[in-house]
Structure formats: structure tokens, C-alpha cells
């Protein structure tokens, strides 16, 4: 076995038995919601301007951009969201019931595209 083979096997045990110690679980939250916000009519990713806020009974967060148009937060918080993305240009989205539910290690992510539709 030469040496590089040998840190590969050792690096790969490493991840493993620290896999072990949390039952094969990350740290990192996972959100309960990601919302890609998009143009209804080209499809486009609207990024400018936009706001997207989760609410559950006495819960509120407003979620944040992970990447261009697509927001997300809530981190393993299970609930039952109302989504309500705004944008000055566009008529409000809103998505009631939106049902996130643990799973062993965190939340199952709700995945939703809100497609606004200009005013």
C-alpha cells in the first residue's frame, strides 16, 4: 500500500468513526424551508428587492438568500409555515400549510418555487 493510499484509508476512517460519535447526523442545521423565487412568465430567478418570510403561530423569521433568487432558514425548526414572498414589482406569493417534520437527525426541508407574476 503506498503512502497516499494509506492517508486516503486513514482519512476515510476518520469520517467514518466521527460519523459514528453523532449516529451518522451533521451539525449544521438544515433549513425547514428554501424558497426559489422566480419569474412566472421567463422563469428567471428574481434577486433584487425580494423578501421572503416564514410564520408559524408566534414564530417569524425572514429567510435569507443562499444563493441567486433561492432563500432559506428556519434551521431545524419543525412547524407548520405560512410563506409569503413580496417584491415591490410583483404580486405578493403566498403559501399556507407548509408542513416540515423532523427526521432522524434534522427537518426535512420544504423545497417550494414561488413563481411571481408581475403587476
Same mark, same amino acid.
Given at each position: ?28 442545521? &438544515?433549513?425547514?424551508?428554501? #424558497?426559489? %423565487? ?7 430567478? *428574481?434577486? $433584487?428587492? !425580494?423578501? @421572503? ?24 425548526? &419543525?412547524?407548520?409555515?405560512? #410563506?409569503? %414572498? ?7 406569493? *403566498?403559501? $399556507?400549510? !407548509?408542513? @416540515? ?19
Amino acid at each position: 500500500m503506498t503512502s497516499g493510499t494509506r492517508m486516503a484509508v486513514a482519512a476515510a476512517m476518520t469520517v467514518l468513526l466521527s460519523a459514528c460519535d453523532t449516529g451518522g447526523c451533521t451539525q449544521a442545521p &438544515e433549513p425547514a424551508v428554501e #424558497v426559489s %423565487v422566480v419569474d412566472a412568465a421567463t422563469g428567471l430567478a *428574481v434577486v $433584487d428587492s !425580494v423578501t @421572503v418570510v416564514v410564520r408559524d403561530g408566534d414564530f417569524e423569521e425572514t429567510l435569507f438568500e443562499t444563493s441567486s433568487g433561492v432563500y432559506s432558514g428556519a434551521g431545524d425548526r &419543525e412547524g407548520e409555515y405560512t #410563506v409569503v %414572498v413580496a417584491h415591490p414589482r410583483y404580486e405578493p406569493w *403566498v403559501r $399556507d400549510r !407548509v408542513r @416540515v417534520i423532523e427526521d432522524r437527525c434534522h427537518v426535512r426541508t420544504a423545497y417550494l418555487t414561488a413563481e411571481l407574476v408581475a403587476r
